[in-house]
């Protein structure tokens, strides 16, 4: 279902819920039906940009080089508006009376570990140990904030 239906489908008692980012949850108003929000923490968010290939090919070798190498900065600034908007929308949902923002216990994020390993265990095998170990370790350092 698009993100855009889901607060309809939710008034309309079709849908009991969504799982969602919280940076949506205003935007796509789902916020004005869903008043219980379980706040885990399911993936990552990725980041692309994209650009046509034969423009790409046109720019100045500069040009180009400042596009090849913005992935990090890019992907630092999108990381810091996501966290901040995620913090901010928890926080405002956690204040208002009229919504109730529950985090799951330290046994919830086991169980959850012990859930999702499986996708873990496909993935490692689809795309091999050390590919896995590499994007692991890239996602440590960038929540460690490097």
Known sequence: ???TRIAEN???NQIDGAIIPWRALIPFQINQVAKYHYSADLGVLPVVVAMNKRQCENLSPK???VVDQSGPLLSKMRG???DD???EYINRHKADPKHTVIEPTSA???EMITLFQPLHDQWRAQNGTQRYDALV???FEIRKGN
Do not use: N
């Open 63 to 65: 040009a180009r080089a």
């Open 10 to 12: 939710m008034s309309r």
């Open 137 to 139: 370790k890239i996602f």
């Open 85 to 87: 908007t995620r913090t």
């Open 80 to 82: 810091k508006t996501y």
């Open 1 to 3: 279902m698009p993100i």
């Open 108 to 110: 919830e994020r086991g």
